[in-house]
């Protein structure tokens, strides 16, 4: 017979190794922090102290450097954090303009907490300066390339679709550039920096097609830009929005190729 006072005690489990709780504990902090945390964080996340993180681990990189190896993290991962930090900025400063944009939408959209956001970029100014120097370097790498040796036609129609893909790709960001509030001046005029040097390009090679006598030379090239542009930005971004007519970059590279040529011969 079963004496009822006998209580059935299950076994509680075993506690995890310390090595175990500190590698745990370090994936943690470095998710959140990157390599930025101290053995002080590391030993309270862990449970543990200060010597036995010295007896375990011998130094905080020498950890890193051992999950690494297990492939248990990515040494490069805050590179990582900065790039979700600027694709969240992107788009976040696309839907709601530079000023109106917050550090707690950006974080959000980059799925990290507030605080991570702040020990990358103490202030919004310090984040959105980052951003526009980022744009800036994209669009001065863009290869718009113009060839010297095709005919007019061809000229033009390579640089059309170059254009409009760049266009196409970057729709946020043409917007910005093109239609955002005039208060944010300031951040728009770093980014517009690159793209005003596109531009020159373009407009010194329309100038040597007037120099060949290949466009007319009564129009004046800044003209011809605007007008180039103009049809661009109709093509990319008015018709789609406003006409429901896709953008076929082939086809319509062709059509304001044409219509260009035409009205510049």
């Known amino acids: ?60 990189q020498s950890l890193l450097n051992s999950l690494n190896h297990q492939g248990l993290i990515t040494l490069d991962q805050q590179s990582d954090v900065k ?29 990290l907490g507030i605080a991570t956001l702040y020990r990358h970029y103490a202030e919004k100014e310090n984040l959105l300066r980052a951003f526009t120097s ?9 290869d718009f390339s113009l060839a010297a040796d095709l005919s007019m036609e061809d000229g033009i129609n390579n640089l059309v679709k170059l254009m409009l893909s760049f266009i196409h790709t970057n729709k946020d960001i043409v917007k910005i550039l093109f239609f955002s509030n005039p208060n944010e001046r300031k951040y728009v005029s770093n980014i517009r920096d690159a793209s005003t040097s596109t531009f020159k390009r373009i407009a010194q090679y329309l100038q040597q097609l007037q120099a060949q006598n290949k466009i007319r030379s009564d129009i004046k090239v800044e003209d011809l830009v605007t007008s180039l542009m103009g049809q ?13 007519r896709e953008l076929d970059i082939e086809r319509d590279a062709k059509l304001i190729t044409k219509i260009f040529c035409q009205g510049v011969k």
């Open 134 to 142: 980022q744009l800036k370097a994209g669009i001065s790498a863009s």
């Open 232 to 244: 661009l930005i109709q093509f990319a971004l008015t018709a789609p929005l406003n006409l429901n």
């Open 83 to 111: 790039t979700r930090i600027m694709q969240a900025t992107r788009k976040i400063v696309a839907n709601h303009g530079f000023i109106n944009c917050t550090m707690e939408q950006i974080a959000a959209e980059a799925g």
């Open 1 to 60: 017979m079963i004496d009822k006072h006998i209580t059935h005690i299950i076994p509680k489990p075993n506690p995890m190794p310390p090595s175990n709780k500190i590698s745990q504990a370090a994936i943690t902090l470095f998710t959140q922090h990157g390599q930025n945390f101290t053995l002080d964080q590391l030993a309270q996340k862990a449970q543990t102290s200060r010597a036995t993180l010295y007896r375990r681990i011998g130094s905080k």
